[in-house]
């Protein structure tokens, strides 16, 4: 899985000088791609430099004067930045689960539809909006869910609810309508991997299962996510140091005005104040950097204990 | 025939709970399939709508009064072609440019051969994980004077980690043999990756160049970061943006709406369908006949070790 596996085999010894010389041109090339790394990838490491500094553009990012921590403190001077921490990762948690859970669920179900054109025609049909952008989805999300959009309206006549629901005017329904934009956008998407591994499966488990007359329900539980667990646990420890980058677009474009104390992300606070405060905006980046960083490690960690597959 | 028929028939055993299991089953997929598809074709059917017609809402599939006037309203938004065109642009070039990059350093990095082959991994699997942030990025830019260009779109996400893995995992898959025995041919590297390794490459190849395509197709915040103050390079999915804004302002106050909806045959209402459907078309169109490619990339890039 991961870029760096120490399993190769070393044939550092068969690299002799015609070899060398050989791979010259390799070399020169890669140091090209090493000057890029360090340009685009390396060097804003170094801007971090500005969180500690009370940054100005004539003094430039090097000489601008020192503060030390007034910039984290400035963050949690006020429940303003904890509120968006929570925020960010309650959505991430949220979103993250949802996305999982259907996706498996989808995948399963999908893998048991025996008509091959059926089965090919939803397949096609659920991977659609993954290929959509999120100013497109959260505009359709904002229609559907508008006072005259299709959710009041099947929720009126099917007697659920009395009169239509303005979604977007109350705070608590903001989490779960940004949840089911990212189900409705990513579940066939993300089904993709795991109906991959299902159909992986060797087939003879499940006839040998049916001579001990298991029905549906045991072959999926005792055969199929089994055999999908490694998949899912290597997929979620992917996508946990995720869970604090997704919180962008969805929120930025749904949740205004009376949305803002539940919709304002880590992301978002960054473009609100920083672009204002390049040093405030910096140190709101690192603690997100580090968060990250932290959750990956611990996701790893609490993998290793429980003697799962893990990524490093 | 029948006898045929019977021992298949035999042989499935279907008894009643696999009847109503296949039955539910066939249910759930019909509605997954309803609840994915019919926001997209209700906002296509209020962008084929008159617009005095769609302003009294409720039209689900099909349109009452038919009209395209809103699609021709909307190519005369000058933001709308120009965005179009920036957008198919920085869509070729960097998505060319970014798997020729990708293609070429995925090839270096599994050399086995090669010097530093596990140093360069761990330097680009470093960059998947530290990033600099939004703010210092944004100085980057400005100090390279990327900003205000259209090259911001390209270079900075040129490289990145997760397609060299890619690329990677399917170059280790490929047998040694093949590079050996052009070796052998006097052939050197550059003739290998060109001539040997990219024809193999050509199904991974496609899926990398269709995932960057669609990132760049999509993209919208690099434009609003960067290049808000030069419109001239503003993105389709920003000028989209920017137009469901201030429609959204104006039905905000529904007096003003009505009133102008009235008189005109485009309602901001029709109008922001069309602009919806027009950016979404191309990629909606194209994607069924590319389901392969991204199938097996994900496969490959995913799990399979």
């Given at each position: 899985?991961?870029l760096?596996?120490?399993?190769?085999?070393v044939?550092k010894?068969?690299?002799?000088?015609t070899?060398?010389?050989r791979?010259?041109?390799?070399?020169?090339i890669?140091g090209l791609?090493?000057?890029?790394g360090?340009?685009?990838?390396?060097?804003p490491?170094l801007?971090?430099i500005?969180a500690?500094?009370d940054?100005?553009l004539?003094d430039?990012?090097i000489?601008s004067?020192?503060?030390?921590?007034?910039w984290?403190?400035f963050?949690?001077a006020?429940g303003t930045?904890?509120?968006?921490?929570?925020n960010t990762?309650?959505?991430g948690?949220?979103?993250?689960v949802?996305?999982t859970v259907?996706?498996?669920?989808?995948?399963?179900?999908l893998?048991?539809?025996k008509?091959?054109?059926?089965?090919?025609?939803?397949?096609?049909?659920?991977?659609?909006?993954h290929f959509?952008s999120?100013?497109v989805?959260?505009?359709i999300?904002?229609d559907a869910?508008g006072?005259?959009g299709?959710?009041?309206?099947?929720l009126?006549?099917?007697?659920?609810?009395?009169?239509?629901?303005s979604?977007f005017?109350?705070t608590?329904y903001?989490?779960?309508i940004?949840?089911i934009?990212?189900?409705?956008k990513e579940?066939g998407?993300?089904?993709?991997?795991y109906?991959?591994?299902i159909?992986a499966?060797?087939?003879?488990?499940?006839?040998?299962?049916?001579?001990?007359?298991a029905g549906r329900w045991q072959?999926?539980?005792?055969?199929?996510l089994?055999g999908i667990?490694s998949?899912?646990i290597?997929l979620?420890i992917l996508n946990?140091?995720n869970?604090i980058?997704?919180?962008f677009?969805?929120?930025?474009l749904?949740?205004?005005?009376v949305l803002?104390?539940v919709s304002q992300?880590?992301d978002?606070?960054v473009?609100?104040?920083g672009?204002?405060?390049?040093?405030l905006?910096?140190?709101?980046?690192i603690?997100?950097?580090?968060?990250s960083?932290f959750l990956i490690?611990?996701?790893?960690?609490?993998a290793k204990?429980t003697?799962?597959?893990?990524?490093? | 025939?029948?006898e045929?028929?019977?021992?298949?028939?035999s042989?499935?055993?279907?008894?009643?709970?696999d009847?109503a299991?296949v039955?539910c089953n066939t249910?759930?997929m019909?509605?997954?399939c309803v609840v994915t598809l019919?926001?997209v074709?209700?906002?296509l059917?209020y962008?084929?709508?008159d617009?005095?017609?769609?302003?009294?809402m409720g039209?689900?599939l099909?349109p009452?009064v038919w009209?395209?006037?809103?699609?021709?309203?909307v190519?005369?938004?000058?933001?709308?072609?120009?965005?179009?065109?920036?957008?198919v642009?920085?869509t070729i070039i960097?998505?060319t440019?970014?798997?020729?990059a990708?293609a070429?350093?995925?090839f270096?990095?599994?050399?086995k051969?090669f010097?530093?082959?596990s140093g360069l991994?761990l330097f680009w699997?470093?960059t998947?994980?530290?990033s600099?942030?939004l703010?210092?990025g944004l100085i980057?830019?400005?100090k390279l004077?990327?900003?205000?260009t259209?090259w911001v779109y390209i270079?900075?996400?040129l490289?990145?980690?997760?397609n060299?893995?890619v690329?990677?995992?399917?170059?280790?898959?490929?047998?040694?043999?093949y590079?050996?025995s052009a070796?052998?041919?006097g052939?050197?590297?550059?003739t290998?990756f060109?001539?040997?390794?990219?024809?193999?490459?050509?199904?991974?190849?496609a899926?990398?160049?269709?995932?960057v395509?669609?990132?760049h197709w999509?993209?919208?915040?690099d434009?609003?970061?960067y290049n808000r103050?030069?419109?001239?390079?503003?993105?389709?999915?920003?000028?989209l943006?920017?137009?469901?804004?201030?429609v959204?302002q104006?039905t905000?106050?529904a007096?003003?709406?009505?009133?102008?909806g009235?008189?005109s045959p485009?309602t901001?209402?029709?109008?922001?369908?069309?602009a919806?459907i027009?950016?979404?078309?191309?990629?909606i169109?194209?994607?069924p006949?590319?389901q392969?490619y991204?199938v097996?990339?994900?496969?490959?890039?995913?799990?399979?070790?």
């Amino acid at each position: 899985m991961s870029l760096n596996d120490k399993d190769a085999p070393v044939l550092k010894s068969k690299i002799n000088k015609t070899e060398l010389k050989r791979q010259s041109i390799l070399l020169i090339i890669a140091g090209l791609y090493v000057i890029y790394g360090i340009v685009f990838y390396y060097l804003p490491l170094l801007g971090w430099i500005m969180a500690f500094e009370d940054f100005n553009l004539r003094d430039g990012v090097i000489h601008s004067p020192k503060v030390g921590l007034r910039w984290f403190k400035f963050l949690f001077a006020d429940g303003t930045f904890p509120r968006v921490i929570r925020n960010t990762l309650a959505m991430g948690a949220i979103n993250l689960v949802a996305t999982t859970v259907t996706a498996i669920g989808f995948a399963i179900l999908l893998s048991e539809v025996k008509n091959i054109y059926g089965k090919k025609l939803v397949q096609t049909i659920s991977y659609l909006p993954h290929f959509l952008s999120w100013i497109v989805v959260t505009s359709i999300v904002r229609d559907a869910f508008g006072t005259n959009g299709i959710i009041n309206e099947v929720l009126v006549n099917l007697h659920i609810i009395d009169q239509p629901i303005s979604y977007f005017m109350h705070t608590q329904y903001f989490w779960p309508i940004v949840a089911i934009s990212n189900v409705w956008k990513e579940t066939g998407w993300n089904a993709i991997i795991y109906l991959a591994t299902i159909t992986a499966i060797d087939p003879s488990l499940y006839e040998a299962a049916a001579m001990d007359g298991a029905g549906r329900w045991q072959k999926i539980k005792h055969i199929t996510l089994p055999g999908i667990r490694s998949t899912i646990i290597i997929l979620l420890i992917l996508n946990i140091g995720n869970v604090i980058n997704a919180g962008f677009e969805v929120q930025y474009l749904l949740g205004r005005g009376v949305l803002q104390p539940v919709s304002q992300t880590i992301d978002i606070y960054v473009l609100n104040y920083g672009m204002k405060n390049f040093s405030l905006g910096t140190a709101a980046g690192i603690f997100k950097t580090f968060v990250s960083m932290f959750l990956i490690f611990l996701f790893n960690f609490i993998a290793k204990k429980t003697g799962e597959e893990r990524l490093f | 025939m029948l006898e045929k028929v019977r021992n298949k028939l035999s042989h499935n055993k279907m008894n009643g709970w696999d009847w109503a299991f296949v039955i539910c089953n066939t249910i759930f997929m019909i509605l997954f399939c309803v609840v994915t598809l019919y926001p997209v074709l209700n906002t296509l059917a209020y962008s084929l709508s008159d617009g005095r017609d769609a302003i009294l809402m409720g039209i689900h599939l099909v349109p009452r009064v038919w009209s395209v006037d809103a699609y021709k309203q909307v190519f005369k938004i000058a933001g709308m072609p120009r965005g179009a065109y920036i957008t198919v642009m920085r869509t070729i070039i960097g998505s060319t440019l970014a798997l020729a990059a990708n293609a070429l350093l995925a090839f270096i990095i599994s050399r086995k051969k090669f010097l530093f082959r596990s140093g360069l991994s761990l330097f680009w699997v470093i960059t998947m994980y530290a990033s600099g942030g939004l703010i210092p990025g944004l100085i980057l830019m400005t100090k390279l004077h990327l900003t205000g260009t259209f090259w911001v779109y390209i270079i900075p996400g040129l490289v990145s980690a997760f397609n060299i893995l890619v690329l990677r995992t399917y170059m280790d898959s490929l047998p040694d043999s093949y590079e050996e025995s052009a070796q052998l041919d006097g052939a050197g590297y550059m003739t290998i990756f060109l001539r040997i390794i990219s024809p193999l490459c050509k199904p991974v190849y496609a899926t990398v160049f269709l995932f960057v395509a669609v990132g760049h197709w999509n993209s919208w915040f690099d434009a609003m970061i960067y290049n808000r103050m030069n419109i001239k390079y503003t993105t389709l999915q920003y000028e989209l943006q920017k137009l469901l804004n201030s429609v959204m302002q104006q039905t905000g106050s529904a007096d003003s709406a009505g009133k102008t909806g009235t008189k005109s045959p485009v309602t901001p209402i029709t109008v922001r369908s069309a602009a919806t459907i027009a950016t979404m078309l191309p990629i909606i169109c194209l994607y069924p006949f590319l389901q392969r490619y991204f199938v097996t990339g994900l496969t490959i890039g995913g799990v399979k070790e």
